[in-house]
Structure formats: structure tokens, C-alpha cells
């Protein structure tokens, strides 16, 4: 990988040592100029896990993408760099206590000097910077409040955002490593089955200097680090288009979900 160009794309250029410190800034740097994003499926575009296809969409085409994407890309940054890093297996909480499909998300753990860390850079508005994986005390971000708690070799992943009133799951993850073909079949799920959020609506999401703003079929929603938001309506599919180049600076020509069209 050219990290040279990824690191151009995310207008980093300080310190690139395997440390903490580098860890950190890389980390909220990544979210801060890579959208999450699943355009992809409704362009159409097959999202394939494919480091070299990964880095060509996201660094070369500057786009973004979901969390296999994201951090797919992420791990071989970070592996490159000559961190300890592995893939991880995430469940995503629904509603009534669902976790979905098995590997239906990816996170990593990165080890520094016998100390773990929970990096993920592909869950959307979720901590901007990695988390102590060995702390169940509350981390305090400029995101939100974030928590790992522990139940065997199960963690959960704990979070309140900037506009949320509450702490609530996120994902629960194992410590098994995988490879990156281990997401295939979910991946593939993902992006084709009608009963996944990916395929029903059209999003694009990152952070700010103010905070976030996020895109959705039929609105644009803006919220500052005070959990402030601001909401405008999205007015038709040439609209939406226009937020996109404007906000995100991405070209792409998608179609709305028939549920969401307009």
C-alpha cells in the first residue's frame, strides 16, 4: 500500500512510529476525512475485500465506505506501520437483543507495549479515537462517553453519543483473529439481503471540526460537539446528489431504495 497517499488523503504528517501517540491521531484523522458510507449499493458497485481494490476506492477515488471496508484498509495501514493488529469479529445490537448474522462487523485490537486497544474507524458516529480494551471504566471523548465491558471472552461495546440521552450496546466482539476473506459471506450479505439497514436507505456520515453531519435519503442532519442538531429536508434525488458533492466531495450517481424514493 502507498501509505504516502493514504496519509495525503487524510492530511497526516506527523510522527509515524508504531506508537500510541501516532495511533491516536491516525485514528481520528481516518474518521475525520472518510466518510461511512454504503453508496456503493446503490449505484450499484459490488464491494469487494480486496486490499488493493479497497485502497483504489477509498485513497484513490476518494470515497468511503462500511466497516469492512474501513477497516480492512485501516489494518493493513496499521500493520504496514508495524503495529500489532488483528481483525476481530463484531455483532451489532438490534433491538430486542439481536445481534444479526455472525461477522456482520469488523473491529480491530491493536497491541502497544503489552497494552490493548479497541480501534474501529468503520461504525459510523462512534468513539473518534481507540479505546483502552482492558478498562471497564467510562472513556470520555469528544464524541460521547464510550465503555467495554467484559463477560468471559465476550466484551460489549458500550456508547452515548453527542445527542443521546443514554448508554446503550453497541456491538458485542469477540478476541479470535480472522483473516480478511472471513468477512466475505457477510460482507456479501450485507450489501445484497433486503433485510439489512445498508440496502434499505442511502447514508453518508463523518466528522467535523464542528462535529458531524450525516445524509440519509430525506434528510442532512448537522450536530456539534454540544449535541446540537440541525435538521433539513432533502427535496428531491438532485439535491441529494448536490449535499453529497458539497459536504462530502462525492460525485457518484446513486438511486433511492424504491421504499425511500421520491
Known amino acids: 500500500m502507498n501509505l504516502s497517499a493514504y496519509f495525503d488523503h487524510i492530511t497526516?504528517?506527523?510522527?509515524?512510529?508504531?506508537?500510541?501517540?501516532?495511533?491516536?491521531?491516525?485514528?481520528?484523522?481516518?474518521?475525520?476525512?472518510?466518510?461511512?458510507?454504503?453508496?456503493?449499493?446503490?449505484?450499484?458497485?459490488?464491494?469487494?475485500?480486496?486490499?488493493?481494490?479497497?485502497?483504489?476506492?477509498?485513497?484513490?477515488?476518494?470515497?468511503?465506505?462500511?466497516?469492512?471496508?474501513?477497516?480492512?484498509?485501516?489494518?493493513?495501514?496499521?500493520?504496514?506501520?508495524?503495529?500489532?493488529?488483528?481483525?476481530?469479529?463484531?455483532n451489532v445490537y438490534h433491538d430486542g437483543g439481536n445481534y444479526g448474522v455472525p461477522m456482520n462487523h469488523m473491529c480491530l485490537l491493536v497491541a502497544i507495549d503489552g497494552v490493548r486497544y479497541l480501534a474501529d474507524v468503520g461504525f459510523g458516529a462512534s468513539f473518534i479515537e481507540p479505546l483502552l480494551l482492558d478498562s471497564s471504566d467510562i472513556q470520555v471523548q469528544d464524541a460521547g462517553r464510550f465503555q467495554i465491558i467484559f463477560e468471559g471472552e465476550t466484551g460489549y461495546y458500550h456508547t452515548q453519543g453527542l445527542s443521546d440521552d443514554n448508554m446503550s450496546i453497541g456491538y458485542r466482539f469477540y478476541l479470535t483473529p480472522h483473516t480478511?476473506?472471513?468477512?466475505?459471506?457477510?460482507?456479501?450479505?450485507?450489501?445484497?439481503?433486503?433485510?439489512?439497514?445498508?440496502?434499505?436507505?442511502?447514508?453518508?456520515?463523518?466528522?467535523?471540526?464542528?462535529?458531524?453531519?450525516?445524509?440519509?435519503?430525506?434528510?442532512?442532519?448537522?450536530?456539534?460537539?454540544?449535541?446540537?442538531?440541525?435538521e433539513i429536508p432533502v427535496e428531491n434525488e438532485d439535491h441529494f446528489h448536490q449535499i453529497l458533492q458539497d459536504y462530502f466531495g462525492i460525485t457518484v450517481h446513486t438511486t433511492a431504495p424504491q421504499s425511500t424514493s421520491q
Request: aromatic fraction near 14%.
Open 12 to 90: 497526516y504528517a506527523d510522527d509515524t512510529s508504531p506508537t500510541w501517540a501516532t495511533l491516536k491521531q491516525i485514528h481520528r484523522a481516518h474518521l475525520m476525512h472518510i466518510p461511512f458510507e454504503n453508496l456503493s449499493i446503490h449505484m450499484p458497485q459490488r464491494i469487494i475485500l480486496d486490499e488493493d481494490w479497497l485502497f483504489t476506492k477509498i485513497v484513490t477515488e476518494k470515497r468511503g465506505g462500511f466497516c469492512f471496508e474501513q477497516n480492512g484498509l485501516f489494518y493493513v495501514v496499521l500493520k504496514q506501520l508495524g503495529y500489532e493488529v488483528y481483525r476481530l469479529e463484531a
Open 180 to 230: 480478511l476473506a472471513d468477512y466475505n459471506e457477510a460482507c456479501h450479505y450485507m450489501q445484497t439481503s433486503p433485510k439489512t439497514h445498508f440496502t434499505q436507505k442511502r447514508v453518508c456520515s463523518q466528522w467535523t471540526d464542528n462535529g458531524r453531519i450525516t445524509l440519509s435519503d430525506n434528510k442532512f442532519i448537522t450536530t456539534d460537539w454540544d449535541g446540537i442538531r440541525t
